[in-house]
């Protein structure tokens, strides 16, 4: 799995837009890029994935620059609840194969 | 989407004692389950994979006499933590995914948090 870099921590306003970015400068062409979620004392949680396109859910957008090395995840109105730590993966997508976490970024969602 | 569930959510025992903590996929077949240990303020670290039927394949530096995986179905997945001791004492987190499709997220359950005392 390629290695994935990513901010220790962030801070953002409650309402305002959340962008955690990742570097992935080494991922290669079959590579997904995921993020998921940790909050506090519970298992992480799935956000979004992509290959090249970028890529939006109920809960946030996906955006992949065009040669792939990095991404960016959007939560557009962050909340309190948005609070934990984001990490961000890149994985072939194939079951079988593990997910390999990083020390993500904590994320602070300020009142 | 699909839940996996985790039991006990929290055990304390003793030094020397062992511990067996569940892992089940509650509405889908999970041909692969993985186990994962957290210590505090620290990453998620992957201890073993098990698929249904087979034995677990361990991490680097991860005892397989200790850390017993047994995934005797396609909804459950065993973790004992043999003789533990405090040093043991972590969130253990489990995940589990079908199989079955080119693209297969993995559902993560909700942890245990275990305490040697």
């Known amino acids: 799995d390629a290695k994935t870099t990513q901010p220790p921590s962030m801070d953002c306003a409650e309402g305002r837009a959340a962008n955690l970015p990742c570097n992935h400068s080494t991922i290669s062409g079959n590579e997904y890029v995921y993020w998921y979620r940790q909050i506090h004392s519970q298992g992480p949680q799935y956000i979004i994935h992509?290959?090249?396109n970028n890529e939006t859910n109920e809960m946030a957008s996906l955006i992949i620059t065009e040669d792939r090395k990095s991404s960016t995840l959007i939560l557009p109105h962050a909340t309190l609840r948005d609070t934990a730590v984001y990490y961000c993966i890149a994985h072939t997508g194939d079951s079988s194969y593990k997910l390999i976490f990083g020390s993500g970024t904590r994320l602070l969602v300020r009142p | 989407g699909a839940v996996v569930s985790q039991h006990p959510s929290r055990v304390i025992c003793k030094s020397g004692t062992s511990v067996k903590i569940e892992c089940r996929s509650l509405d889908f077949q999970a041909t692969t389950m993985f186990w994962y240990r957290q210590f505090p303020k620290q990453s998620l670290m992957l201890m073993a994979t098990?698929?249904?039927?087979?034995?677990?394949?361990?991490e680097q530096g991860v005892e397989k006499d200790k850390f017993l995986i047994n995934h005797a179905s396609l909804t459950l997945s065993t973790l004992t933590v043999t003789s533990a001791h405090p040093e043991d004492s972590s969130f253990y987190i489990c995940s589990a995914a079908t199989g079955l499709a080119a693209f297969d997220e993995q559902f993560f359950g909700p942890g245990t948090r275990l305490t040697v005392l």
């Open positions: 992509g290959l090249k």
């Open positions: 098990s698929n249904e039927g087979s034995k677990a394949t361990y």
